[in-house]
C-alpha cells in the first residue's frame, strides 16, 4: 500500500434510496446551458488532439468559460423561422505558439462548433441561427508552468479544489438520466418532430416517482395541435415504460406542464432548443460530472467540461471520483452507497491527493471495517492510474455532462 492520504468512514445518515424525498434533474443536450457544455467540451478535446499532433503533448488551455446568448423566434405549424440568431462565444485560454511551432486555436474552435452542431443540432443552421465567436486568450505564465513544463512523470495540480463521485445510482437517478439520454437517442431517431431541448425532473416522494419532462416540439413536423398532442402522448408513453425498466415503484409522468392549448400557447420551436427563443446558457450551470443534478447528494459546483484533461483538478477529480465510486461498488461486495471525495492542493502531484476520502453506507450485517482495507486498495489502485482519465477524455470516452 502506498502512502497517500486515503480515508474510509461510514456517511453520516441515510442511504439516498432510504430518504423520505429525493429530487433529481437532468438538463438534456439542448438545453442552453448543456449546449455550452457540449460545444466546450468538444473544442477542449480538438485542441488537446491538435497539439499532440503537432508538437507531441497536451499544451496548456481551457475553454470552460463559453456563453450563450439567447435569440428569438417565430414558430409556426409546419414551419416558422429564426428571426434573431443565437450567439454563442467560446471563451478562455488556449496556446497558440510552442518552440516555433503556430497552432490556430481560433480555427479548430470553430471548425469543432461547427462539427459538433452538424451532429447534434439538424434543424439548426450554422451561421444564420446560430453565430459562433471565439475569444482565447493566453493563459497566465505560472499556471502553464504548473501544467508540466517541471518534466514531472504525474502532473501537478492546477488549483487546490475538490471533485466528488457516487456510486451506484439510485433508480430515479437512473430513470431521469436514461429518460433524456433515450429521448435524443433512438426514440428522436424515428420522432423528428422532438427537439433536442429536453429537460427532466425526477421527484421520489416515500415509494411514488413523478417524472416531468419538458420536450421541444419542432414546428415544421407538427401540422397542427392534434399533431403536437400526439407527440406529447407519445413521449408521456415511452417514458412511463421507460420508467418501469428501473423500478416498480409507481410512477406519474408528465410532459410540457406549462401547456395551454386553449390559449395556443406550447411548447413550439423551429429548431428544436429554447435558446431560440429568450434562454441563454453558460458551461457549468447544468449537470455535474455524473450527467445529473443531485441535491440530496454531495457536488462540487466546478464546472467540468471544457477545462484541459492534464492537471486541471475541476475536470480530473470529479470525472475520477465518479469512476472511483462505480469501481468499487462493482468489486466490492456490501455497499449500498458510496461518496468519493478527492483534495488537491495547486502544485502537488495529481496522484497523491491532500485527502481521498471515501464514505460507505453498508449492507445489513456488513460493517465498514469489514471492507476498509479492499476499499482503500481500489482507490489507491485508481489514484495511481490517474493520467488514463486524460486519454479517455481526449479519446471521448468519458462524458463531462
Given at each position: ?341 478527492l483534495l488537491s492542493q495547486i502544485g502537488q502531484p495529481i496522484d497523491d491527493p491532500h485527502v481521498a476520502d471515501a464514505s460507505l453506507v453498508t449492507e445489513d450485517g456488513v460493517s465498514v471495517a469489514d471492507i476498509e482495507e479492499e476499499v482503500e486498495a481500489i482507490v489507491d489502485r485508481e489514484l495511481e492510474n490517474v493520467t488514463s482519465v486524460t486519454e479517455r477524455v481526449i479519446d471521448g470516452e468519458l462524458s463531462t455532462f
Amino acid at each position: 500500500m502506498s502512502e497517500r492520504n486515503i480515508r474510509v468512514e461510514p456517511v453520516p445518515g441515510l442511504a439516498v434510496e432510504d430518504q423520505e424525498v429525493e429530487i433529481v434533474e437532468r438538463k438534456g443536450i439542448g438545453h442552453p446551458d448543456s449546449i455550452c457544455d457540449g460545444i466546450a467540451e468538444r473544442v477542449s478535446r480538438e485542441l488537446a488532439r491538435a497539439y499532440i499532433d503537432r508538437v507531441g503533448k497536451v499544451l496548456h488551455y481551457n475553454t470552460d468559460e463559453t456563453q450563450l446568448v439567447a435569440g428569438s423566434s417565430a414558430p409556426a405549424f409546419g414551419g416558422g423561422e429564426t428571426t434573431e440568431p443565437i450567439y454563442l462565444l467560446i471563451v478562455g485560454r488556449a496556446t497558440k505558439e510552442y518552440q516555433g511551432t503556430k497552432i490556430p486555436a481560433g480555427t479548430i474552435a470553430l471548425r469543432a462548433a461547427r462539427e459538433y452542431f452538424a451532429e447534434r443540432f439538424p434543424e439548426l443552421d450554422f451561421g444564420t441561427d446560430i453565430v459562433v465567436d471565439v475569444k482565447l486568450g493566453q493563459g497566465s505564465g505560472d499556471l502553464q508552468e504548473v501544467f508540466g513544463e517541471s518534466g514531472a512523470t504525474v502532473p501537478m495540480a492546477n488549483d487546490t479544489s475538490f471533485g466528488v463521485g457516487h456510486a451506484p445510482l439510485t433508480a430515479t437517478e437512473r430513470i431521469v438520466l436514461n429518460v433524456e439520454r433515450r429521448l435524443n437517442g433512438s426514440y428522436g431517431d424515428d420522432h423528428p418532430e422532438l427537439g433536442q431541448d429536453i429537460k427532466v425532473m425526477g421527484k421520489r416522494e416515500g415509494d411514488r416517482i413523478d417524472v416531468t419532462v419538458a420536450a421541444a416540439m419542432i414546428d415544421s413536423y407538427v401540422e397542427g395541435i392534434e399533431d403536437y398532442r400526439a407527440a406529447v402522448e407519445d413521449v408521456r408513453g415511452y417514458v412511463r415504460d421507460l420508467a418501469a425498466e428501473y423500478t416498480d415503484r409507481e410512477v406519474a409522468v408528465h410532459v410540457n406542464t406549462a401547456d395551454d392549448y386553449d390559449e395556443g400557447a406550447i411548447y413550439l420551436t423551429t429548431t428544436g432548443t429554447s435558446a431560440e427563443q429568450g434562454d441563454d446558457g453558460s458551461v457549468g450551470r447544468g449537470n455535474r460530472a455524473n450527467g445529473l443534478i443531485t441535491p440530496n447528494r454531495s457536488m462540487s459546483m466546478e464546472a467540468t467540461s471544457g477545462k484541459n484533461p492534464v492537471n486541471h483538478i475541476g475536470k480530473i477529480y470529479n470525472l475520477l471520483s465518479t469512476d472511483i465510486a462505480r469501481t468499487v461498488v462493482n468489486e466490492v461486495d456490501g455497499i449500498r452507497e458510496l461518496r468519493v471525495r478527492l483534495l488537491s492542493q495547486i502544485g502537488q502531484p495529481i496522484d497523491d491527493p491532500h485527502v481521498a476520502d471515501a464514505s460507505l453506507v453498508t449492507e445489513d450485517g456488513v460493517s465498514v471495517a469489514d471492507i476498509e482495507e479492499e476499499v482503500e486498495a481500489i482507490v489507491d489502485r485508481e489514484l495511481e492510474n490517474v493520467t488514463s482519465v486524460t486519454e479517455r477524455v481526449i479519446d471521448g470516452e468519458l462524458s463531462t455532462f
